[in-house]
């Protein structure tokens, strides 16, 4: 771990790659079954849903159970000074987990970007350096290939993950050394195999990062619990002192049915190549049909 650790400090620096170099690339340990998002983000939104509304339906209950003078005007001007401040709060970190949720969508899609810019910018400098290339072209392509595969599974039921198998894995060391392995025989070729070392590293590192941002979640799972603790109280405030007839009824549904949606937005954001908000995979199959060409 030491000396992986090192490698990774000297990567950041960006220093000069050697020839006796090799890319390290760490294993993958998932962590998908300890996250909030391995439930479904419908499930978890409908038992949001289930328990606000229940909550302004316990409200309605007790306004006829108990005693009248504990709903005086004096009573119910405490409640709504303290539902205000419970309301902002809401507000604030339904906010913050949308903003923190969006942010970390953009992410992930600014890096396979990159890593799709990346793959064409890699085989267009071995093309450039010759037919000596062609071995690592071909790699490449086949590297891509199984990438696509594991990040947009065929199969739902085989599931996603950017980390790579053993034998990517294997292909990807396997490329590193094949362009270190290059024997350039004049000064273009030389400066088109240090740039394609170099675009090798960054294409290592930005995976990884995307495999770092997709197993850290964004979505703190004690926001969630605490956001939709408060919720349930206001919504119990809303039903005490509302007047139970059809269009108060029908106010409270949808307005919770609106704080629901808000959390299945945040938990689809948060799992950006799962459920119906996903990153398109048109950047990385374009590079990929571009591949060898």
Same mark, same amino acid.
């Given at each position: 771990m030491?000396?992986?650790?090192?490698?990774?400090?000297?990567?950041?620096?960006?220093?000069?790659?050697?020839?006796?170099?090799?890319?390290?690339?760490?294993?993958?340990?998932?962590?998908?079954?300890?996250?909030?998002?391995?439930?479904?983000?419908?499930?978890?939104?409908?038992?949001?849903?289930v328990?606000?509304?229940?909550?302004?339906?316990?409200?309605?209950?007790?306004?006829?159970?108990?005693?009248?003078?504990?709903?005086?005007?004096?009573s119910?001007?405490?409640?709504?000074?303290?539902?205000?401040?419970?309301?902002?709060?809401?507000?604030l970190?339904?906010g913050?987990?949308?903003?923190?949720?969006?942010?970390?969508?953009?992410?992930?899609?600014?890096?396979?970007?990159?890593? +799709?810019?990346?793959?064409? *910018?890699?085989?267009?400098? /071995? !093309? =450039?350096?010759?037919?000596?290339?062609?071995? %690592?072209?071909? #790699?490449?392509?086949?590297?891509?290939?199984?990438?696509?595969?594991?990040?947009?599974?065929?199969?739902e039921?085989?599931?996603?993950?950017?980390?790579?198998?053993?034998?990517?894995?294997?292909?990807?060391?396997?490329?590193f050394?094949?362009?270190?392995?290059?024997?350039?025989?004049?000064?273009?070729?030389?400066?088109?195999?240090?740039?394609?070392?170099?675009?090798?590293?960054?294409?290592?590192?930005?995976?990884?990062?995307?495999?770092?941002?997709?197993?850290? +979640?964004?979505?703190?799972? *004690?926001f969630?619990v605490? /956001? !939709? =603790?408060?919720l349930?109280?206001?919504?119990? %405030?809303?039903? #005490?002192?509302?007047?139970?007839?059809?269009?108060?009824?029908?106010?409270?549904?949808?307005?919770?049915?609106?704080?629901?949606?808000?959390?299945?937005?945040?938990?689809?954001?948060?799992?950006?190549?799962?459920?119906?908000?996903?990153?398109?995979?048109?950047?990385?199959?374009?590079?990929?049909?571009l591949?060898?060409?």
């Amino acid at each position: 771990m030491g000396n992986l650790a090192a490698r990774e400090i000297d990567l950041t620096r960006r220093r000069p790659l050697r020839q006796s170099d090799e890319l390290t690339i760490p294993v993958h340990v998932p962590t998908a079954l300890r996250r909030l998002e391995s439930v479904s983000a419908w499930a978890v939104s409908s038992i949001l849903f289930v328990c606000v509304f229940g909550g302004a339906l316990l409200g309605i209950l007790l306004r006829f159970v108990l005693p009248k003078h504990n709903l005086s005007d004096e009573s119910k001007d405490v409640v709504r000074l303290g539902m205000g401040l419970v309301a902002t709060m809401a507000a604030l970190v339904l906010g913050l987990l949308v903003a923190s949720a969006k942010s970390s969508f953009d992410a992930q899609k600014s890096g396979l970007d990159q890593l +799709s810019a990346n793959l064409i *910018l890699l085989d267009s400098t /071995l !093309a =450039q350096y010759g037919p000596e290339a062609q071995d %690592s072209r071909n #790699l490449l392509r086949r590297i891509v290939s199984d990438g696509l595969r594991l990040i947009w599974p065929q199969q739902e039921s085989e599931g996603h993950t950017f980390a790579p198998s053993t034998t990517t894995m294997a292909s990807e060391r396997t490329l590193f050394k094949t362009i270190q392995e290059l024997t350039p025989e004049n000064d273009k070729q030389r400066r088109l195999q240090s740039v394609a070392l170099q675009i090798a590293v960054d294409l290592t590192r930005t995976r990884w990062l995307l495999v770092a941002q997709e197993e850290s +979640s964004p979505i703190p799972t *004690l926001f969630l619990v605490i /956001l !939709a =603790q408060w919720l349930v109280i206001l919504f119990i %405030s809303f039903g #005490l002192f509302a007047p139970p007839n059809r269009i108060v009824i029908a106010a409270l549904i949808a307005c919770a049915l609106s704080v629901s949606d808000a959390i299945f937005l945040i938990l689809e954001l948060a799992e950006p190549f799962d459920g119906l908000i996903q990153i398109s995979s048109a950047p990385l199959r374009n590079a990929f049909e571009l591949l060898g060409q």
